[in-house]
């Protein structure tokens, strides 16, 4: 397979955002390990929202989140993070959709 | 707010702005809540509209409804690394008056749409994020609470039209959570070109449009299909595949649409494009076993939310629109005839999808999100396969054409046995059927 670089930030550059400070609406609960549906979301994120810390947990980040919800879908049975829409008016704002 | 209006809908995509309009129309009393800055910014699509189902709720749209092109090509592709099969169908009779399928551009499109609804007399609250619903002591749901300040409205009937999530059915414990395998994730880029480039590379004219419907090694083994629309003066690309899937394979889409991108049947397309927006969401594909219960004591669900989506045909705005529409006839002859708004009484909702193409098209198609499961070589054998068929096919090389041909015969039947091969083709005659 042909070698792509892909830098997801890049691309989220292009879109606009209201973001609601100090207000995300993802969060990850508090775990040592995480499950492998949690782990799974480090590289299925669209929006590569979510990162590995350097002591192996799960962290969001959800500002540039396009709010497609597939880390809830995946993660409905296990419960890992808490997820609700952005209150009215934030979070990413479509130009063109 | 205290008063109680007639219906609340929640959300305003094509589906809750069909059904808020229909109902304004008729003179009720409906308020529409929408947690985007306008309708429109939250939504996404590639985008296709089907003009009937527009039609058939207000006739005269292409009067003023911002259309991008009308589609007069349709290319299905099924791709492998290298190469491309597929079939083209063009036709002058698809540049008629009243066009049949038009792009568009989903936040421009629904933003038209939405001030159709206020026209027709709708309250339109946007960003305010509905939170759930609420229920009387007998469980029937006589309003919603939003996250806004004293936020509870309260309607005889409340229709959910909130999208895919179908957060505030699933959150009052009136629909199952959606299930991995039954959504796509497809992402989705703008690309935009002067209008003239366009024209050239598509071999199109003005108003004309083509659509480029793919599968195969691009979605690298996953269940999903890719897409490339043209509208006026840009180019929408995007590629999709189960959420189950991506989850097991562990694969960054953002890498799969770049990799379409690059693909040398794709690239020279949208060569030289500016990039202006990533888009994505999920597409509901589970089909006709994924529907839920479409309403009880004093609710609905229309749309994206109740699943309405073809999976086979690509088609999803067209049954929102429909299901909408269908939603709103039943409770104006319910108001009519001054039934209170109780299951028995929505039925008729349910009784009217099944009797239009909604249910119908449902039910075609009924076994195939699980033959197409637990038959990924659909997407990866097949697409190699016919594509060195064809180049064996193709290419001169002294080699007599019989040898040629058992060769391709050899290379299906040592991939698929001859089995498999009949069995493949008894399952997706089957569900297509």
């Not at chain 2, 109680?4 to 305003?12: E, K, L, S």
Request: hydrophobic share 40%; glycine share 8%.
């Amino acid at each position: 397979m042909q070698e792509i670089s892909i830098k997801v930030e890049e691309k989220l550059y292009q879109n606009r955002y209201m973001v609601d400070e100090g207000r995300p609406h993802i969060s990850v609960k508090p775990h040592t390990q995480p499950t492998e549906a949690l782990a799974s979301l480090v590289k299925i994120c669209p929006a590569g929202c979510y990162s590995r810390t350097e002591t192996g947990q799960v962290e969001v980040a959800p500002d540039g989140c396009l709010e497609c919800g597939t880390c809830r879908i995946v993660c409905a049975a296990t419960g890992d993070i808490e997820w609700n829409y952005p209150r009215g008016g934030y979070g990413i704002l479509f130009k063109f959709g | 707010m205290s008063e109680t209006f007639d219906a609340i809908v929640i959300g305003a995509g094509p589906s809750g702005n069909a059904c808020a309009y229909v109902l304004a129309k008729s003179g009720l009393n409906v308020l529409q809540i929408e947690r985007g800055e306008y309708s429109g910014s939250k939504n996404v699509q590639g985008a296709i509209l089907y003009a009937d189902a527009l039609e058939r709720i207000i006739p005269d749209f292409r009067d003023d409804a911002p259309l991008e092109r009308h589609i007069v090509e349709q290319r299905m592709w099924i791709l492998d690394d290298k190469a491309h099969v597929g079939g083209h169908y063009r036709s002058d009779a698809f540049n008629e008056e009243r066009p049949n399928r038009y792009t568009i551009i989903r936040a421009q499109f629904d933003k038209w749409f939405n001030r159709k609804v206020r026209e027709a007399g709708a309250l339109v609250v946007c960003e305010t994020t509905v939170t759930e619903l609420i229920k009387d002591g007998k469980g029937k749901v006589i309003g919603v609470r939003t996250d806004r300040e004293d936020g509870e409205v309260y309607a005889d009937v409340v229709v959910m039209a909130d999208g895919v999530n179908a957060l505030v059915a699933s959150r009052s414990g009136i629909k199952k959570e959606v299930a991995p395998e039954t959504v796509a994730l497809a992402v989705k880029e703008m690309h935009f070109l002067p209008q003239d480039v366009i024209e050239s590379r598509f071999n199109i004219g003005e108003e004309e449009g083509v659509v480029i419907e793919v599968a195969g090694s691009v979605t690298v083994g996953m269940v999903g299909t890719a897409f490339l629309y043209t509208n006026k003066e840009s180019i929408a690309i995007g590629i999709g595949c189960l959420v189950s899937d991506f989850a097991e394979a562990q694969v960054r889409p953002a890498f799969l649409l770049e990799k379409f991108k690059n693909h040398p049947s794709i690239k020279p397309l949208i060569a030289g494009s500016e990039v202006k927006e990533y888009a994505a969401h999920l597409i509901p594909e589970g089909g006709l076993p994924a529907v839920p219960q479409l309403y009880g004591d004093g609710w609905m669900i229309v749309g994206d939310a109740a699943q309405f989506v073809n999976a086979v045909h690509r088609e999803g705005s067209n049954l929102a629109m429909t299901s909408g529409r269908l939603a709103a006839e039943t409770i104006i002859e319910a108001k009519k005839a001054g039934k209170p708004m109780v299951a028995s009484v929505l039925a008729a909702y349910k009784k009217a999808l099944d009797d239009s193409f909604v249910i119908k098209d449902l039910h075609k198609y009924r076994r195939l999100p699980k033959v197409l499961h637990h038959n990924k070589h659909f997407f990866t054998d097949y697409p190699r396969l016919l594509s060195q068929a064809a180049e064996t096919m193709l290419r001169v090389d002294g080699e007599d054409k019989r040898s040629k041909e058992k060769k391709v015969t050899k290379a299906f039947r040592s991939t698929r046995r001859l089995g498999g091969l009949l069995g493949d083709v008894f399952n997706l005659a089957r569900a297509f059927r």
